[in-house]
């Protein structure tokens, strides 16, 4: 694992990282906006970020883990929603979170517009409170582990195995998922393989990326 970066170094260099640029963003006719929150938490041995897995009960995204968040209410801005989301799914009071930017914005495969909205939060809960129906398990992930390049790996992936609805959705996007290999045509995805039981991928894993590449690299 990677040193541990204290919280108010880490802190100053994504500030540092969002200031640099104004984050893109994407509008996608058919494509409702929405938000998530990526927590940075200070923690006693150092910075974490905050996850959730989703139930199996959930519309969309079923068991995978996600940053707190969902689509944007009518008249929302991101950082509303974000922030929203965030205390419905875990708990996470609004007045504990300190937001620092956003990231650039990122269509998902079920017909969303993401926001990553970027955050700190200097005093955490000892724990959270998952929402029954759409969190199975919030958990943090150690900043130091995700920024060591042993567990982030990059993969091939053919997108016509996606089931008919999300295929129709990149269609209509006329947008980029992923990265694409221009010898195959397939996506090139990320995945940081945190511990045998956690391993993000997917869009979460592509905020993630963005966020380490762009602060710590």
């Not at 944007?72 to 991101?78: K, S, V």
């Not at 943090?140 to 920024?147: D, W």
């Not at 391993?199 to 590449?213: E, F, P, S």
């Amino acid at each position: 694992m990677s040193p541990a970066v204290p919280f108010e170094e880490a802190l100053a260099r994504i500030r540092a990282a969002l200031a640099a640029r104004a984050p893109r963003p994407l509008l996608v006719p058919g494509f409702r906006p929405a938000a998530v929150l990526v927590a940075v938490l200070a923690r006693p041995e150092g910075p974490t970020l905050l996850f959730t897995r989703r139930t199996e009960q959930v519309p969309h995204h079923k068991g995978e883990i996600s940053f707190p968040g969902g689509g944007r209410e009518p008249g929302e801005d991101a950082v509303a929603a974000a922030l929203r989301e965030a205390e419905e799914e875990v708990g996470l009071a609004p007045s504990a979170v300190e937001v620092v930017g956003a990231l650039d914005d990122l269509p998902s495969i079920a017909r969303y517009v993401v926001t990553p909205v970027v955050a700190a939060v200097r005093e955490p809960p000892a724990a959270f409170a998952p929402a029954a129906f759409e969190v199975l398990e919030p958990f943090e992930l150690a900043l130091a582990r995700l920024l060591d390049p042993e567990i982030r790996h990059a993969s091939l992936w053919d997108p016509a195995r996606l089931p008919p609805e999300a295929a129709a959705a990149v269609a209509a996007s006329r947008v980029a998922f992923e990265d694409v290999d221009p010898a195959t045509g397939h996506w090139r995805v990320w995945s940081f393989h945190a511990d045998a039981s956690r391993v993000v991928w997917g869009l979460t894993a592509r905020i993630l990326a963005d966020l380490v590449d762009r602060a710590f690299r």
